[in-house]
């Protein structure tokens, strides 16, 4: 399993409930600072990440985002 933390910049204030709604999305919620709602992902395969920033990408008033992939040592 990998799990992925996914920063999501967008003025939409309900835009944490919306992603919630994205399949692998294991939370969402709002925060302060440069980004406006963090997404944690649980997936099978690293390549599953594209997929899911392209659909949070879409989502009408997503700015940008950033992504960082948890790493076990």
Request: glycine residues 2%.
């Given at each position: ?21 994205i ?18 992902i ?32």
């Amino acid at each position: 399993m990998v799990r992925a933390i996914i920063l999501v910049k967008s003025p939409k204030k309900l835009i944490a409930a919306r992603l919630r709604k994205i399949n692998c999305v294991s939370e969402s919620f709002p925060v302060s600072g440069q980004f406006d709602a963090v997404v944690v992902i649980k997936i099978n395969e690293l390549s599953e990440i594209k997929d899911i920033t392209t659909e949070i990408q879409r989502i009408s008033g997503v700015e940008r985002t950033e992504t960082m992939v948890e790493v076990n040592t």
